[in-house]
C-alpha cells in the first residue's frame, strides 16, 4: 500500500484488521449537524436529551459510523476502494468525551467480484456500540 493507493485485491488475506480512534467532541457534534441536517435536539439540545430516556445529549450514530468509513477509505483496503454497503446495529450510546474505536477486520474474499466483506464494530472503552458488516469493492492488479 502506498499514501495514493490502497491495498489490492491480490494483497488481502481474511484476518486482516485495521482499527482508528477518535475523541468525540462538542464541535464534532456541532458540524455532524450543520453538515447532515440532523439538528434533533437530542444530539444539540441539553435540557431536551436530559428528559430522554438517555438523560444527556449523545451523539449522532452515523457521525460514530463514519469512522468505520475513515478505516476502509484511508486504511484497510484504503485508497481506490469503494464502499459499497454496510449494516449497522446501535448498541449504546456515544456522549461527548468518549473516544470511539472504530475496527474492520476481514471475513471473506470474492476475487471474481473483486469484493470483500469485513467485520465492523465501535466501541467506547471496550463496550460495542456499533456492530455491522461492510461490502468494499476493491482494485485488482489485473
Do not use: W
Amino acid at each position: 500500500m502506498t499514501d495514493a493507493t490502497g491495498y489490492f485485491l491480490e494483497d488481502l488475506a481474511v484476518g486482516m484488521s485495521a482499527a482508528y480512534s477518535k475523541t468525540v467532541t462538542e464541535a464534532d457534534i456541532a458540524k455532524f449537524a450543520e453538515v447532515s441536517g440532523d439538528d434533533n435536539p437530542l444530539h444539540l439540545d441539553e435540557a431536551f436529551a436530559k428528559t430522554t430516556q438517555f438523560k444527556g445529549r449523545i451523539a449522532h450514530g452515523m457521525l460514530s459510523a463514519g469512522f468505520i468509513s475513515t478505516i476502509l477509505g484511508t486504511q484497510l483496503p484504503g485508497p481506490g476502494s469503494v464502499y459499497m454497503s454496510q449494516s449497522l446495529r446501535f448498541t449504546a450510546p456515544v456522549r461527548i468525551g468518549d473516544t470511539v474505536t472504530a475496527r474492520a477486520e476481514i471475513t471473506g474474499i470474492r476475487t471474481d467480484r473483486k469484493r470483500v466483506t469485513l467485520l465492523t464494530t465501535c466501541s467506547v472503552d471496550g463496550k460495542v456500540v456499533i456492530e455491522g458488516e461492510a461490502l468494499v469493492l476493491v482494485p485488482s492488479r489485473a
